[in-house]
């Protein structure tokens, strides 16, 4: 299954543990947790019951997000439960755009501008004052902001043009 696979990929600690259970050995995270959870419902939907409130729970930024990601994939690839759709609202949309959270929105700061320093708790204390720092979120799931990849590369533009001026305003 395309949904497992995934999940497999990105948490490989949740296929050891998927594929040794009575293993004690295999401890894992609260979020990892919430993906074996996954596995084992998309597995065995009419045996297992999965609760969102684990996603909700314990999952936030990207983990929330690639939840979602493999929860949409999972019914729409591994079951024949969406059929006669040429393509959805998030096939055109949400799922088409790379999405990052407060750890993301850093991480792409940090890597595109030489020198800088921006690390996540920045970004949430600018974006919870409103102060017009950084971007309006995009999408905000239960008070938690998520940007789309190019608001956060349109950014870094600005960003690059603001230090640039400012740098040669001082020379």
Do not use: C
């Amino acid at each position: 299954m395309k949904s497992i696979e995934m999940i497999f990929n990105r948490f490989p600690n949740v296929k050891n543990k998927y594929d040794e259970p009575s293993n004690p050995q295999i401890i894992l995270t609260n979020q990892e947790a919430v993906f074996y959870n996954l596995v084992q419902f998309f597995n065995q939907p009419d045996a297992f019951q999965f609760s969102l409130n684990m996603i909700y729970e314990y999952l936030k930024d990207e983990d929330l997000l690639f939840a979602m990601e493999v929860s949409l994939s999972f019914f729409q690839s591994d079951t024949s439960l969406v059929q006669n759709v040429e393509q959805t609202y998030y096939d055109r949309n949400l799922m088409n755009e790379k999405i990052v959270g407060q750890k993301g929105f850093s991480r792409m700061v940090e890597e595109n501008i030489e020198g800088i320093k921006f690390k996540p708790s920045m970004i949430h204390v600018y974006w919870h004052r409103n102060s017009g720092r950084i971007p309006n979120a995009d999408l905000i799931i239960d008070g938690t902001p998520y940007w789309l990849e190019k608001t956060v590369e349109s950014f870094i533009e600005r960003e690059r043009e603001y230090r640039k001026r400012k740098k040669e305003g001082k020379k």
